[in-house]
């Protein structure tokens, strides 16, 4: 029978196996299978495991938070936080085009990710004792879909922040690569990872900088932040996460339309709810929210988010339409 308990044990046992002494890297990044991968290898090894948080100034509000206060706290991993929303935000000036929007965010990560490694693994050499591990969350589907090459950093390039360049020499540790989402779940809070961690809806790498359509600015991208956050609130409130697969919130940075608001009129830009019902994100519907939950949506944001004054829905299923708008 299958149980978290056991799996944790026997993982546990391979991870000390395959390290031994030897040092270990992970890259958080807020989503699910990072986080229970590094809280596995955190059992496993303690403090030989060091854990890099990107923070690439599209993340949604109180998700750096969020890893830094509740994961570590609960977990006890060691983290180092880089702080390069700058970076980013210049590197995306005045791009629109989708693809390059991932292409660079991607690119980003992976410089700022090697600039960390690579203080830390200087820094270790110096104290006699190389990293020469790397934690990557790798799931069986993952595996499946790659054609189920054993252990190589080459990692799936298609969208995923957090691919690794072909060239680096780690040895790569990947407890989670005969697991399903829902097992890692079930691990991740047999582990103690929080529950908001745990049980969080799929959220793009790219991150909020997909969700802009248009250029990303710090502007824009506060906007949204507090759009979403909106969003999310009164999602959890009327107990409907578990009931949608994910719900993108869009700025449609680049289109403005008329409004009225006490007594004066607006051109502001609209904001897209994208509620989807999926099993695995190849298909969606989009879902029925009840009418009342949609106007406390639209309410509370024409009322509490500066420039915008207009809420729409999006009701494409897909396909046609993707999941996101980007
Ligand atoms: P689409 O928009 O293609 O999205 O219907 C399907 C699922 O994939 C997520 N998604 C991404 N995830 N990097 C990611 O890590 C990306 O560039 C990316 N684009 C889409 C999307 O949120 C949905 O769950």
Redesign the pocket.
Known sequence: DWNPGNVIADQVAAIRAQVGTGRVLCALSGGVDSAVAAALVHKAVGDQLVCVLVDHGLLREGEREQVENDYVDSIGVRLITVDAREQFLSALDGVTDPEQK?KIIGREFIRTFERAQAELVAEAAAEGDPIRFLVQGTLYPDVVESGGGAGTANIKSH???GGLPDDVEFELVEPLRTLFKDEVRAIGRELGVPEVIVSRQ?????GLG?RIVGAVTAERLAILRQADLIVRQELTGAGLDQDIW?C?VVLLADVRSVGVQGDGRTYGHPIVLRPVSSED?MT?DWTRLPYDLLARISNRITNEVADVNRVVLDVTS?PPG???WE
């Open positions: 991932r969208h995923n922040v799929p959220f793009p790498g790219p997909i994910q993108p994100a969606a897909k993707t999941i996101e």
